[in-house]
């Protein structure tokens, strides 16, 4: 059976694959530490699990409209509002399921043949793929660790062509953590402000900050720009609700429209259920995410502490998300075995297989030379964890 050539312009998500291939040795009896996912390993907050039971109960498991309950949308509406200082009317909202189902509608309704979408790497895995299968031609800039992985204005300037129609801008990053501040948002604005180049602000970990780290949204840091702005969140990271596949968009009616249109043909809505949980989270789920973050912190700090540690590893204290992003480029070229460790895809593969540490490779994020590590698991286990990477590690010669 003859496939459509779209698919063959696609990979499978890196993430996914790690996972898998964990969970097997696991399966076979390996002892196996999961860094790899984005994913809190929190429980969702009451307040959400209370609200999904009361609509299972009550009967409310029906279709709903294809872009979202009212309930849901006035719930993003007042959350924007409050926390991001940006004004929306429910016709410029809508909910889909997961923040990826949000950004794949985007790409379908916005870019086409010809059209070219910047991404600044290291990148989210599904960004590229994404723009991919709507036709169209992801223009990749590496950003370099000493400029903090964030994307410059003369990088931004060389990348910029007549064919340019969009940026994928994440902050805190995935993988990363790096952290857009008002300064650098204000550097990029005069060039975003003298093209039609449309803005996807990615801000689904916009609560995961440490320090003297602040989330800056940048359609309400620079109004000129929320016209061409369309930002971009979940339920899933912030609250722990990664399995209710709750994601959110906010941007021009017309935009959000033709994104309903889609949902409308694919998907329909999002599951009503969970409609109702993520309405309740956005609403009274902030106790939650603070002693959530709080955790993170700790955790954060016992990574950093634990990887500066290892030879041939550094890595820059990131300002947000709840990954590290530690360089092993001092790693590569070693040997295990006679086998010669020569990129962080290899390394991942080493740790996974000798050492029983899943971790994502550089390349996954379209850069080598670093490993994605989350750190959303407890205490414990990352110590454990990260014994075994050390261990592994004293092997290579």
């Excluded at 196996?32 to 609509?55: H, N, Y």
């Excluded at 070219?116 to 800039?141: C, H």
């Excluded at 959000?256 to 409609?275: L, W």
């Amino acid at each position: 059976m003859k496939l459509a050539k779209r698919i063959n312009r696609i990979k499978p998500s890196p993430t996914m694959a790690v996972a898998a291939r964990a969970k097997v040795l696991k399966a076979q009896g390996s002892d196996i530490s999961f860094f790899g996912l984005g994913e809190p390993g929190f429980r969702s907050p009451d307040v959400a699990s209370e609200a999904g039971i009361e609509a299972i109960r009550s009967g409310d498991t029906r279709y709903t409209a294809a872009s979202g309950t009212d309930e849901l949308k006035e719930a993003i509406v007042q959350k924007l509002e409050r926390e991001n200082h940006l004004s929306y009317s429910k016709k410029e909202i809508i909910a889909s399921c997961g923040a990826k189902h949000t950004l794949y509608n985007i790409a379908q309704v916005l870019f086409e043949a010809g059209d070219e979408v910047i991404i600044p790497a290291p990148y989210w895995v599904s960004y590229p793929d994404q723009i991919l299968l709507a036709d169209a031609e992801p223009v990749i800039i590496e950003t370099k660790e000493e400029n903090g992985f964030l994307l410059t204005p003369d990088q931004l300037r060389a990348a910029i062509t007549p064919r340019t129609k969009g940026i994928i801008l994440n902050s805190p990053s995935n993988p990363t953590g790096a952290v857009y501040s008002a300064a650098h948002y204000e550097a990029l604005a005069d060039l975003l402000l003298k093209t039609p180049l449309i803005i996807i602000s990615d801000e689904v970990y916009e609560k995961f900050l440490y320090g003297d780290a602040v989330h800056h949204s940048i359609a309400a840091l620079i109004p000129e720009l929320k016209e061409k702005t369309i930002v971009v969140n979940a339920v899933s990271k912030t609250y722990a609700m990664t399995g209710w596949r709750i994601g959110y968009a906010a941007g021009p009616e017309e935009v959000i429209q033709a994104m309903s249109k889609v949902q409308g043909q694919s998907t329909s809505n999002p599951a009503s259920i969970s409609q109702k949980a993520a309405a309740a989270a956005l609403s009274k789920g902030e106790p939650f995410v603070k002693e959530m973050v709080a955790a993170f912190g700790s955790r954060r700090a016992l990574m950093l502490e634990q990887l500066t540690q290892m030879d041939g590893v550094s890595c820059v204290a990131s300002a947000g998300s709840f990954y590290l992003f530690p360089n092993v480029k001092g790693l590569l070229k070693k040997s295990y075995r006679g086998r010669r460790i020569e990129s962080s895809t290899r390394l991942a593969t080493f740790l996974l297989e000798e050492g029983g540490v899943a971790t994502i490779p550089g390349e996954a994020f379209g850069v080598s030379g670093y490993l994605r590590i989350s750190y959303a698991a407890s205490e414990e286990v990352l110590s454990h964890g990260l014994m075994k990477i050390a261990q592994a590690i004293s092997k290579l010669k």
